[in-house]
């Protein structure tokens, strides 16, 4: 089966940098659908970012475009998520998620991690 397990958050002043780790073992990944999704107290969960292995294909949300990027190693066995100019309303915890298939927008994850906070101040 499919295990998720993410690293790499903390707490950072506003402008920094953070880069999140997740950790995939288990299943084949010729495409594998990745992503990254935030939550913050209160609200309801939202997409970050997500990447296509097979094609490379990625998408994220228009709150953090041109800030975030996400990415995997070349055996897609850990996925990223760079964060650059972090600000206070990134705050949350942070998952990663994948699944069998192509990404598309609003496509649910049947996988998932454990999650990692990210406090931004």
């Known amino acids: 089966d499919v295990q998720l397990v993410e690293s790499g958050g903390g707490s950072v002043q506003s402008g920094r940098s953070l880069i999140l780790s997740c950790k995939v073992t288990?299943?084949?990944?010729?495409?594998?659908?990745m992503g990254w999704f935030r939550q913050a107290p209160g609200k309801e969960r939202e997409g970050v970012a997500q990447?296509?292995?097979?094609?490379?294909?990625?998408s994220y949300a228009d709150s953090v475009k041109g800030r975030f990027t996400i990415s995997h190693d070349n055996a897609k066995t850990t996925l990223y998520l760079q964060m650059n100019s972090l600000e206070p309303k990134d705050t949350g915890m942070y998952y990663c998620?994948?699944?069998?298939?192509?990404?598309?927008?609003?496509?649910?994850?049947?996988?998932w991690g454990e999650g990692t906070q990210v406090t931004v101040s």
């Open positions: 990447k296509t292995t097979s094609s490379g294909s990625t």
């Open positions: 998620a994948a699944d069998y298939g192509p990404c598309w927008h609003g496509r649910a994850y049947n996988y």
């Open positions: 288990g299943g084949p990944k010729l495409t594998f659908c």
